[in-house]
Each structure stands twice: as C-alpha cells, then as structure tokens.
C-alpha cells in the first residue's frame, strides 16, 4: 500500500515554456500533498503544501505565479513550472500524506521524482 | 530556527556489519519522526517511524531509537546488504500540527563488500 507515482519521470524543455508534472495516490486517498526540489547531494527543500480543493500553502521564498499547483481530487496534484528558465533544473519530488497505518498521522510516501532539465 | 541534522555525512561500513545512523532535532514539540532511504535517481522510501510516547520501535531488520531527553534519533540496519547503499534522511514534525516535515541533510550510507 501507500504507491505514490509522478509523471514524467523527466523532462526536457526549452527556456520559456511550461511544463506540467503530475502527482497521483495509487492506492489511497491523498487530502494533502506536499511537493519538494532536491538539488544535488542535498536535502529535500519544501516548495509548497497542496490540499484538495483549496489552494495550495506556498513556503517563503517560493513564486507561486510560477509554480503553479492544483490539487482537483483526492488523488492527484499538479505542479505547472511556468515559463521555465534553466534555473528551474532541478529533481522535483512529491509526496502524498496517509492516515490510514495504525491512526498515526503525518506520515508521507514518495513519489520517484521528476528530473527537469531546461535548455 | 528549527533543524535536523545529522552527525557524519559519509558512513562506511563492511557488508553483514550493523549500522547505526544517528540524527538530532532541535523543536522539543515534535512528536513525530521518520526515517526514509533515498537511492540515486529515486524518490524517498519510507523505512520507519516512531512516536514520541515510544523510545524504540522495530521493522524487519531496523530499529529507531528515540531519546527526547537528548532529542536523538537513531537508525539501525542489522547486516548491512549492498542494498542498503543509500542516503538515509531523519525527519521530524515539528509544531504546529501542519502536516509538514523538516529533514535532515542525510547521510550516505556505502556497504564494503
């Protein structure tokens, strides 16, 4: 149980387009979702807290104009990086949070990772 | 402000040797901790958790240790396999109850055959 997915896995593109990644529970129900960036050799930096039908909680320092988030259902978040400079390269992680083990709370379960890389 | 650490960046150890990976928190409100392995390329995996009402918990072949008095946390393999070859990130609720989790800065983890 707790299967998170992300698609694409990577991605390249060109400096000024959008790219749109995808964050799905497969087998449960995700009311919150949490998405990450992951610079080499580094810890996980969270960018922005996603709840299903409200909008999403951005951290300090991060341009919600220009990582877009949408949280439509129960099982999947979206993130939309917005015209997209070669700054935004980076290994993006989502994340998905489960109440269902034994009533603890708080825990969360990974998605693989999408490796963007703007030319 | 609030962190997680970790006390060595690098452990090194020799296949079927026990590894202890170790972890201090600073917020003595968290009540909530989580050890995950990365490998290379790859999301974070859930390895272990415990609560702050426990000092010791154990999985299939790992055991956190929990010390709030100290506020340490420890990871530990039993006969360590070349598979465990990873980075291993402890992480903490903190206050607030907002569903967030503070990491560390990991440590990686190389198995000597």
């Known amino acids: 149980g707790a299967v998170v997915s992300q698609h694409p896995s990577w991605v390249i593109c060109k400096s000024g387009t959008s790219v749109k990644i995808e964050c799905r529970s497969l087998?449960?129900?995700?009311?919150?979702m949490f998405w990450y960036r992951q610079f080499p050799k580094q810890s996980l930096m969270l960018m922005a807290t996603?709840?299903?039908?409200?909008?999403?909680?951005?951290e300090q320092g991060v341009e919600k104009d220009k990582f877009l988030i949408n949280h439509a259902s129960l099982t999947l978040s979206t993130l939309t990086v917005t015209s997209a400079h070669p700054e935004d390269s980076s290994f993006y992680i989502c994340?998905?949070?489960?109440f269902g083990r034994g009533g603890y709370t708080d825990t969360q379960y990974f998605g693989p990772g999408t490796r963007l890389t703007v030319l | 402000g609030e962190s997680v650490g970790l006390h060595l960046p690098t452990l090194s150890v020799q296949e079927g040797d026990n590894s202890i990976i170790n972890c201090a928190y600073s917020?003595?409100?968290?009540?909530?901790f989580i050890w995950y392995k990365q490998e290379s390329g790859k999301g974070p995996q859930f390895i272990i958790d415990?609560?702050?009402?426990?000092d010791k918990r154990q999985g299939q072949r790992v055991t956190v240790l929990l010390n709030k008095t100290v506020k340490h946390l420890s990871l530990q393999i039993a006969a360590t396999q070349p598979g465990d070859s990873a980075v291993y990130f402890c992480?903490?609720?903190?206050?607030?109850?907002?569903?967030?989790?503070?990491f560390g800065q990991g440590t990686t983890l190389q198995v000597k055959p």
């Open positions: 992480a903490e609720n903190g206050s607030g109850n907002t569903g967030k989790l503070i």
């Open positions: 917020n003595s409100a968290s009540d909530y």
């Open positions: 994340s998905a949070e489960w």
């Open positions: 087998d449960f129900q995700a009311t919150t």
């Open positions: 996603s709840n299903e039908g409200s909008k999403a909680t951005y």
């Open positions: 415990i609560r702050s009402n426990m």
